[in-house]
């Protein structure tokens, strides 16, 4: 694989820490042979020796030149080959003058050694070669007329053996130095790839790194005319593991379950030949596994059972049993696609697909689900065109007191005029919105809309009453969402008892820390909270009171069969009215659609209700014109 910027980083870095020793140690040297040289330059001189004298104080003066240059420009590399140049003349110098009273081959051992040390391995070798030829050639033929000293031919001989393995263990050193260098990046550059390839928790492939293996694969595919199933898998429930018993907790289930799946996968039936590259970890808690060589699209369902049996019974991590499974979704290559994103992309529409059909199952990629995955990406897409062109509305359904029939709320609707969604209506595109993240601007649009509009019907029509307004369950887990609502009141004056914020019962979990942080924050913001579509949800009584809730929605569907056969329905209205009073919470009936409805919900002493019978959803100057009137 090709090197990573971060792997590129970490090299330059470790580059830099030798660049820099380099740096200090030329400058070291240098400045301390400048001192040395013109010191025993001048004794030269003074004693007589003016031509190791003369030698001796040009190569201080190259050395100070050399030093100026290195701390002007930093240039290690050029400082190096300079101060080597002046290390080599030195020691040809005292091999050919014999130095003080002849004392010049006892200089030239640590000349050398350092001029070694100063350079690189190979150049090291180069300069030791020319070194060694020249001194032989001085010593051992008639280019010895050049001497300014005699030397015998044992002096001679030792000199050579002792300076070849001297040398040569500097040389050793420098290697083995080098060959540390070496490792130590080769190591660097393994961790930093096991980092940018592979997921750090569970050690599989990670999302870059599967992205490159399955386009290999389907080369490979291609070239061999064979089938490839590609398995999405998402955690049904994980969220509640981290809210319930933190990440740890749930880093730990995710690991077991990482190795639970490499299990799996290694079938004793051999239905496919397992490859480390069959698996990947793409984020949180969704995985994929690559299915190569498959004979029928029907034996990547074999592997999906298995991998659902794992949560049989429950899933157990350190002695507790997670209430976790997993939706998964099949595309097949090539007959769902041949492409390696749209083959991706639709195994994660059939996980969905699974989700919306119960969880805990596998679904194949189907045409239905290409059908409804090209209208969701429709529907994305008319979503942001509204939100830049302005396409959302409001419209505002009267909420009335049961007792007296005033007007003592609105809740405001959203409504979409874009071309791009016509015949799409909220059920449609919020889930949509809800999915994409879009959710979270189209909140905030519709409660800084609905909030201007509050203030002015309170400034010029004396209105006294809430304005209702949805939120979408995404935000429960928005830790922005209390101060962006805090930021819109104070930024229209609104006092925020005049403010109801309605959440769907069917978005609250038992036990989500994060969702009821969210409530609180908002409750002490001092908006009132609303359950909507209650009774539709999972809510447990006796868990009322640890939400900050203010009032109950009556879902329209009980509404609806007050007057059923059913008695299990029939009596849902009273059973929520008893539940409101025993926790002195407000009471709305929506989808009030008949007198015999409403003067029931009035004798059962509800407290609002809302539906056609009362109003319809009214454009802004109906309402406008409603309460005038």
């Not at 299915?291 to 794992?310: E, Q, Y």
């Given at each position: 694989?090709?090197?990573t ?13 030798r660049?820099?020793?380099?740096y200090?140690?030329?400058?070291v040297?240098?400045?301390?042979g ?5 010191a ?9 020796s003016?031509?190791l ?5 040009i ?7 050399n030093l100026?240059l ?8 050029r400082?190096?080959?300079?101060l ?20 010049g081959?006892?200089?030239?051992y640590?000349?050398v ?20 030829i ?12 050049l001497l ?5 031919l044992?002096?001679s001989?030792r000199?050579?053996?002792t300076m ?5 263990i500097c040389?050793?050193?420098l290697?083995?130095?080098e ?7 080769q190591?660097h550059a ?15 492939p ?8 399955l386009e290999r ?13 590609l ?6 429930n994980?969220?509640q593991v ?9 880093d ?12 799996v996968i290694?079938?004793?039936d051999?239905?496919y ?8 970890r ?6 994929v ?5 498959i ?7 074999t ?17 507790v ?13 090539p007959?769902?696609?041949a492409?390696?994103k749209n ?6 529409a059939?996980?969905?697909d699974?989700k ?6 596998f679904?194949?990629?189907t ?9 969701r ?11 830049n ?6 419209v505002?359904?009267?909420i009335f007191a ?21 015949g799409?209506g909220?059920?449609q ?21 609905a ?9 010029e029509?004396s209105?006294?009453g ?5 939120i ?17 009141l ?8 005049c403010?109801e ?5 069917t ?7 994060t ?12 908006v ?8 539709t949800?999972?809510?447990?009584f006796?868990?009322l ?13 009980f509404?609806?069969d ?18 409101a ?13 008949t ?15 809302q539906?056609y ?17």
């Amino acid at each position: 694989m090709s090197s990573t910027p971060e792997n590129i980083i970490g090299q330059q870095e470790m580059l830099a820490v030798r660049q820099r020793r380099r740096y200090t140690l030329c400058h070291v040297l240098t400045f301390l042979g400048v001192l040395f040289l013109a010191a025993f330059g001048g004794l030269s001189l003074v004693s007589g020796s003016h031509v190791l004298g003369t030698i001796l104080l040009i190569n201080a003066l190259v050395g100070l030149i050399n030093l100026y240059l290195l701390k002007r420009s930093g240039n290690v590399e050029r400082a190096a080959k300079i101060l080597s140049g002046i290390l080599f003349v030195l020691s040809m110098s005292l091999l050919i003058t014999g130095g003080e009273n002849n004392t010049g081959m006892l200089w030239i051992y640590p000349i050398v050694a350092i001029n070694l040390f100063i350079n690189r391995f190979w150049p090291a070798v180069f300069v030791f070669s020319i070194f060694s030829i020249a001194s032989a050639l001085l010593l051992f033929t008639p280019l010895s007329a050049l001497l300014m000293t005699s030397y015998s031919l044992t002096e001679s001989v030792r000199f050579m053996l002792t300076m070849l393995a001297l040398n040569s263990i500097c040389l050793a050193a420098l290697r083995s130095e080098e060959q540390a260098y070496e490792t130590i990046m080769q190591l660097h550059a393994d961790d930093i790839r096991q980092m940018a390839y592979y997921d750090k928790l569970t050690g599989l492939p990670n999302r870059w790194s599967f992205k490159t293996n399955l386009e290999r694969m389907l080369n490979r595919a291609e070239r061999d005319k064979q089938r490839i199933g590609l398995l999405y898998i998402d955690l049904d429930n994980f969220k509640q593991v981290n809210d319930q018993h933190g990440h740890e907790a749930g880093d730990r289930v995710l690991l077991k379950f990482s190795e639970r799946l490499l299990d799996v996968i290694r079938p004793n039936d051999q239905l496919y030949k397992p490859q480390t590259e069959s698996l990947a970890r793409l984020a949180g808690d969704e995985f994929v596994v690559l299915l190569p060589n498959i004979k029928d699209p029907l034996d990547a369902s074999t592997v999906a059972a298995r991998i659902l049996n794992i949560f049989k019974g429950g899933f157990s991590v350190d002695d507790v049993d997670h209430m976790i499974y997993a939706s998964i979704g099949i595309a097949v290559y090539p007959d769902d696609s041949a492409d390696s994103k749209n083959l991706l992309h639709h195994a994660d529409a059939a996980m969905y697909d699974a989700k919306n059909n119960g969880r805990n199952c596998f679904k194949f990629f189907t045409q239905d689900i290409a059908d409804k995955l090209r209208e969701r990406q429709l529907i994305e897409k008319g979503l942001r065109l509204a939100l830049n062109e302005a396409h959302f509305s409001l419209v505002y359904m009267p909420i009335f007191a049961c007792k007296d029939s005033s007007i003592v709320a609105v809740e405001v609707l959203l409504r979409c005029h874009s071309p791009a969604l016509k015949g799409y209506g909220p059920d449609q595109f919020i889930p949509v919105a809800e999915a994409t993240g879009l959710i979270k601007d189209i909140d905030l649009w519709v409660i800084d809309n609905a909030l201007e509009a509050q203030g002015v019907l309170q400034k010029e029509h004396s209105f006294s009453g809430k304005i209702c307004i949805n939120i979408s369950g995404v935000e429960l887990h928005n830790e922005l969402f209390s101060e962006q609502v805090k930021n819109l009141l104070e930024h229209h004056q609104i006092k925020p008892n005049c403010v109801e914020l309605e959440v769907t019962e069917t978005a609250f979990v038992a036990g989500d820390v994060t969702c009821l942080k969210t409530l609180n924050a908002l409750n002490e913001l001092g908006v009132s909270l609303a359950l909507d579509d209650f009774g539709t949800g999972y809510t447990a009584f006796n868990q009322l009171i640890h939400y900050p809730a203010h009032c109950l929605k009556i879902d329209r569907s009980f509404v609806n069969d007050l007057f059923s056969e059913r008695e299990a329905r029939n009596k849902m209205v009273m059973i929520i009215q008893s539940l409101a009073k025993l926790y002195d919470l407000r009471v709305i009936a929506e989808g009030v659609e008949t007198e015999a409805q409403m003067t029931y919900l009035k004798e059962l002493g509800c407290d609002w209700a809302q539906g056609y019978y009362l109003s319809r959803p009214l454009p802004w100057d109906d309402f406008c014109a409603l309460l005038k009137s």
